[in-house]
């Protein structure tokens, strides 16, 4: 069985509560994300989500289309903006078990937290790839049979 570690992103983009929402906006299209945990002094402390982005900005294209850009939300810190209670996983969770939690919680990933710390970020395209290894790796053994 997999464990989150074997499965999680590990080069994970992270915004500090006192950066601006206009720059959450920003990493999230440039890397095309969907949440970026917010990390002080090395510590997950929130999560901010396209969900908390378009809820703050009333644009539900917000993350995608820079068109409707608003000066203002270069003041508007993402700690007034993120989510603080945090569903985390830890690195050897099974990742059966950490899919568990994100459809128990209805939420699309999970930060991967060691000792306080984030490591990663288990996301459910992680989870569909691991899935697609699995099978992969199961083909060969099924056309022996």
């Not at 440039?30 to 090395?42: A, H, K, N």
């Not at 569909?128 to 699995?134: P, V």
Request: with cysteine.
């Amino acid at each position: 069985m997999n464990t989150v570690a074997e499965t999680m992103t590990t080069d994970v983009l992270s915004v500090d509560p006192q950066n601006s929402v206009a720059t959450a906006i920003r990493l999230m299209r440039t890397g095309q994300l969907r949440r970026l945990p917010v990390v002080e002094d090395g510590k997950l402390v929130g999560i901010v989500t396209s969900g908390d982005v378009r809820r703050i900005t009333g644009m539900s294209s917000v993350v995608r289309d820079p068109s409707g850009d608003n000066f203002l939300w270069q003041h508007i810190p993402v700690a007034n903006v993120m989510t603080y209670e945090v569903v985390t996983t830890s690195p050897d969770m099974l990742i059966a078990d950490a899919a568990r939690l994100m459809i128990e919680h209805k939420i699309g990933g999970l930060p991967v937290v060691d000792r306080g710390r984030l490591v990663g970020i288990l996301t459910t395209s992680d989870l569909l790839a691991a899935l697609i290894d699995c099978e992969q790796s199961i083909e060969p053994l099924v056309a022996l049979t």
